[in-house]
């Protein structure tokens, strides 16, 4: 059995298509020892029918004088005469090296290239944050060492907490109110306007 998938074909310069949908992509099988005996068109939308005028034989000529494919950019293209009508058309393409080739420089370049040097620089980030946080910390400790010296040993008080820069209206910047009663003793609840911190934004 010979099949042949076409993706376009012309009859004398005029299209040759699915007598059913005039899809031009069939497939051409010959079926049967018989040269003489003629093939089956067959188009993706599943319509058949039988073309009396093209025959194995003529489908193995077919077959012989396409050119193939080199290159990812070739067509396989044929040309040959039936009873005096020009058969000519594009087969479709087969697989070729260079297809190959083709798709694997650009699933590099959209795939995995991109995606090793997000890696890379990731591993680089991660080598360089903690030799920066290191020399910050360094930087820190030396600025803190000259302004002990220049204060005179400057110590700040511990107990200092500043005052709130927009003091809260509703607990005037203590942040919680307290509650008094006979009954309990004093309850202190947090301010549900600051959260407790005694400042708004």
């Not at 040269?35 to 029918?49: K, M």
Request: one cysteine or more; glycine letters at 10%; hydrophobic letters at 35%.
């Amino acid at each position: 059995m010979l099949t042949l998938k076409i993706q376009q074909m012309t009859v004398n310069g005029h299209p040759y298509l699915c007598p059913d949908c005039a899809s031009q992509a069939f497939t051409l099988d010959g079926q049967g020892f018989v040269d003489a005996f003629p093939v089956w068109g067959n188009c993706w939308n599943g319509h058949s029918w039988e073309d009396p005028l093209i025959t194995i034989a003529h489908l193995k000529q077919i077959d012989e004088a396409r050119t193939g494919r080199q290159r990812a950019e070739d067509d396989d293209t044929f040309e040959i005469v039936i009873g005096g009508a020009l058969f000519a058309g594009i087969l479709h393409p087969e697989l070729t090296l260079d297809d190959l080739k083709t798709e694997a420089r650009v699933l590099w370049k959209r795939g995995l290239k991109p995606t090793l040097r997000r890696k890379k620089r990731a591993a680089l980030r991660s080598v360089k944050k903690p030799v920066a946080n290191a020399v910050a910390a360094a930087q820190a400790a030396a600025i803190g060492a000259a302004w002990g010296l220049q204060a005179g040993g400057h110590q700040p008080d511990p107990d200092y907490t500043p005052d709130p820069v927009n003091a809260c209206p509703a607990c005037n910047g203590a942040g919680g109110h307290d509650i008094e009663s006979r009954i309990h003793q004093t309850t202190r609840i947090r301010c549900s306007v600051c959260t407790g911190t005694g400042e708004i934004d």
